[in-house]
């Protein structure tokens, strides 16, 4: 174990360091090739080719950044002072839809150009938001055919020269050294990459644009973005939906409320459960005492990873950690951590071994630096997030400050991360208090959480999403910011994980924001309508074998456990936790085709044949073969009822049973 000891964390490369960001992204959008430049000009106008104009002294050029239809992507750059008071050199990139009927010079733009812009911010920090644009567009559905949406590349991320430290990014040296040698890449600029100056790029864009005011969606970091906008330049603000919120103020680096939104997290996928209701003890409690035997003897095994190969897995309370936290990223993770768990301590530790496995060996987990950047994290994260030490000491004094908050909390909140331990949070992959440790000193004055200048933030209507099994951006945290805004109204999505709107990952609560744009002052004078993701059906249990189970409910299970591994690590292929092998493949944006070859759930079941899966509703329907025949199942998310049709053993089978 770690513990305050840093010669192992100097040498170990970081594995899935914590980000406020979705981690999984379905789509990447294509690439904008041509290099657009500022030019002089106050209005719009037709340029000499259509595929050009000229707004407001901003070149547009017709772009495929974000798709649909109804509307149009427009793409440019705003070139904007690295350092304030120095000359623009830093282009600012950003994608501007417009309805298909505001053409460049028509009576259409001049009215779109009336109405408060939707401008989104991406989470991270890290990601740029242009490659996020098709998401926002379905999250906003026919409001994209009235009126325009803005997404931007912030200042060191995406095509807005993002930070690229490639030791740090390619995790080829330590995490600590690789930090500091970024630190070094980037000399006196490494504090010009701070959420206020992004938020002042922002507004300056907006501005340039020519609307008169914005309406803000922001996810995870992106909350963050949107709040320390409005801290900065209330006059700009309609409106906000801060979706998966982060507290710009009022937070500690210790994040007290992660680990009570874990329990509660996991007593609420257990009690919505009937099989898992039942027990005398719940999932926390199985937990708890798996963590004591752990701690004792870890469990090692050969388990299936998210990159489709067995790897040699230990168990330890480490691991149990990061898979348990980071469900509010893997939708597999709240299905399947209590069966396993209850597999575990009967003797099998295959299920959660895999659950390891695909954690510490996702599909191509490195991204490049223009997708997401590990230096402009840091570079964000360690000026404008808190810190257990002062990052205006230098690093002797602030390992000498990191030691003694160790010390205190060990003290004074031992059950800081119950049921883990605090010393298991440090030797944990989510842990973020090690991150700043080695990255430069900043200058007292400027640096630390950017609370607003006048010292409150304006009365704006501003609806806050949250989700009850996130564990990242809790809904306490959601409280936090819900306190500071006067007008604010905090919804939590029932079963939500991690950002609820965007992508229309949670229909209902996409539904909300278009509802809260078309009219913010109405939204807030009556009561929001309910709203629920999806429940976590959990896995029935993890038995070796199929005795005792109906054949065709066996191998119904066995492709409701690929199709797991689809939702939760968005791979295309993989192996079957007992044997066998599956793919996947996008028929298209919202249908998935996975093929199943000897797939083995259970010892004594090979299952092969096809599946489509439709993530919008969870609907499956599989033709599969078994050594009994050959039959066809469906279910979907919507029902708790799946049916079973087909030829078992010769004779002639249509079931309803409960869905997987």
Known sequence: MRGTGQDDWEKRPRVNAVSRSRKARLVMVALLSTVIVLVPGASATQAA????????????ERCDAVTGVGFVAWCGSLRRPLEPGRAPSLPIRFALTLPASASPGSSDLDAVLLRPLIAAFEGGPGYGGIDSGDAYAQMLGPLMTQRAMLVMDARGTGRSKAIDCPALQQQTKGYLKAARDCARQLGSSVDDFATALAADDAAALISRLGFPQADVYGDSYGTFMAQVLAGRHPEMIRSMVLDGAYPVTGETAWYPTQAPALRKALAQVCEGNRGCASESKGTVSRLAALLDRLRDKPMRVSAPGGDGVRHNVSVTPRDLFDVAFHGTYVDSTYRELDPAIHAALAGDPLPLGRLVAEFRYPDDWKEAARVNSVGQFLAVTCHDYPQLYDMSAPTSARRAQFKEAIARARATTPDLFAPFTIDEYLDSSWETVYDC????????????????????????PVLILSGSLDTITTTAEGDMVAAQFPRSRQVEVEYGVHVQAMGNTVPCAASMVRSFFEDPEGFGAADPPACSAPRPRLHESFARTSRGLDEGRAAMLTVADAINRVRGQWTEHGLGLRGGTWRASYVTDDEVAVTLDEVRFFEDLPVSGSATWVPSTGSVRAAITVPGGRITVTWSDASDDAMIRGVLNGERVVTRVNAP
């Open 437 to 460: 440790l080695t990255w430069a000193r900043l200058p007292r004055e400027g640096s630390g959480p950017p609370a607003p200048p006048s010292g409150t933030y304006p009365d704006v």
């Open 49 to 60: 080719d259509p595929e050009t104009f000229m707004l407001h002294g901003l070149r547009l």
